[in-house]
């Protein structure tokens, strides 16, 4: 029998669809990966905004972990929303009992509308015990200006940011290019070693709701199946830019992307 290649995305509820879990777990099956999850906070959100946001309580995200870890595993693990420093914690030391591999950790901070998804005070925790245990981890330029208190205005800074990043532990840095102001989205990764430039046309839309979780989901996939790091941000960078390209144009705000643009791109 063929085997099952399995994720586990460890993140938070998106009523509306187009972000978090939801996210992740269209993103696994599109790219036929079996997908798990461990929800931390549900929020009630559409493509306006976010109504309200409520975490879990420590011992229901341990629990739920402990029930995917105990019986069916997982071949690579993604972190998105995670809210507090005591689900943080919690988070990083089941990842580290059940010796899950492939972590990819997409340090989720604020929603488009400016709700936070991240305390302030969760930051240090992420840096101390989730970063450490990182494959990949994916801010965007905002993100990784927080993370290391500088500002990014060009590659050059994006380049010492990196460094800076992998300084704290993370295996590879993928410094995405959305936020910037350049007609080419570019994405930057690093290994420690050397960086590599991932190329694509900007594409002019509101529709961007989800992207970073799709991203990472995509990323976290390619991983399960046994992609090298370079491969999986390949294979992402070419998701993401279908389902942003092919966006549905639901909802009256910021709607999804489209998650199903790039399995009937590629069929
Ligand atoms: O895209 C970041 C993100 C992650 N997780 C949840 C979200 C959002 C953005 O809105 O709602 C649950």
């Known amino acids: 029998m063929r085997k099952v290649v399995k994720a586990l995305t460890i993140a938070g509820s998106d009523s509306g669809g187009g972000a978090g879990i939801q996210a992740d777990l269209k993103t696994f099956q599109e790219l036929d990966v079996f997908g798990m999850s461990a929800l931390t906070a549900v929020t009630a959100q559409n493509t306006l905004g976010v109504q309200g946001v409520y975490p879990m309580t420590v011992e229901a995200v341990e629990q739920q972990i402990d029930s995917i870890g105990s019986d069916l595993g997982a071949d690579a693990v993604k972190t998105g929303m995670l809210f507090s420093s005591e689900i943080i914690q919690a988070v990083a030391g089941k990842i580290s009992e059940y010796g899950f591999k492939n972590l990819v950790v997409d340090p989720v901070m604020i929603a488009k509308g400016g709700a936070t998804l991240l305390q302030n005070e969760a930051l240090i925790a992420l840096k101390r015990y989730l970063i450490p245990l990182a494959t990949v981890i994916t801010p965007n330029i905002p993100e990784a200006e927080v993370l290391t208190g500088r500002q990014i205005l060009n590659m050059e800074d994006r380049k010492r940011a990196a460094k800076m990043l992998f300084g704290f532990g993370a295996a590879h840095i993928v410094i995405k290019g959305g936020h910037d102001e350049n007609r080419e989205a570019i994405d930057l990764l690093y290994d420690g070693n050397e960086f590599v430039y991932f190329s694509s046309e900007r594409i002019e839309t509101k529709n961007t709701h989800g992207t970073g979780c799709t991203f990472a989901a995509a990323i976290t996939a390619e991983l399960a199946k046994g992609s090298t790091v370079n491969e999986a941000v390949q294979t992402a960078k070419r998701f993401i830019e ?13 709607g999804p992307t489209n998650h199903w643009a790039y399995r009937r791109e590629n069929k």
Do not use: P, R, T, Y
């Open 242 to 254: 279908a389902a942003i390209f092919n966006d549905l144009g639901i909802g009256n705000g910021h």
